[in-house]
């Protein structure tokens, strides 16, 4: 994925319209201040990746499944692993904030008929911070259509 991409999503994920509204507006400018919205994860030895699939299943329902690798889902205290980096995924449609998932797997309902993009991206409590890999955000997008 190109850096730019990554920026566009990220920016999505953190509930901007984009990055001219980011660049528009000086307390929420992302590339003066990334630290405000972004946070790397601790080196490891171990791979850090998020992957999602989303799964149209009618009636205006999509089903969303996540694979994490060397990430852990646990609620907004976490639960003290050390072997893991811990947070929950925020889930977008279409720009907006849709829910917080804090186990692999979610079904959106009450969809419109048509496309319909799905961005997820992983963040830590209690900031709410996107967390970056060797500074890609954990951010991943695919789009549906409903029928």
Do not use: W
């Amino acid at each position: 994925m190109r850096r730019r991409e990554s920026l566009r999503l990220a920016f999505l994920a953190a509930g901007f319209a984009g990055l001219g509204v980011a660049m528009r507006a000086p307390s929420m400018d992302v590339l003066a201040a990334p630290e405000r919205y972004f946070e790397e994860a601790p080196p490891s030895a171990a791979p850090r990746t998020l992957a999602m699939q989303a799964t149209p299943l009618g009636g205006g329902k999509v089903r969303v499944q996540l694979a994490l690798t060397g990430l852990a889902l646990a609620g907004i205290c976490g639960t003290g692993r050390a072997d893991t980096l811990e947070g929950h995924v925020h889930l977008f449609v279409d720009g907006l904030k849709r829910m917080s998932m804090y186990s692999p797997g979610a079904t959106l309902e009450d969809l419109p008929p048509g496309p319909h993009e799905i961005i997820v991206s992983f963040s830590r409590p209690p900031t709410h911070r996107v967390v970056t890999v060797e500074g890609v955000p954990l951010t991943r997008s695919t789009v549906v259509t409903v029928r």
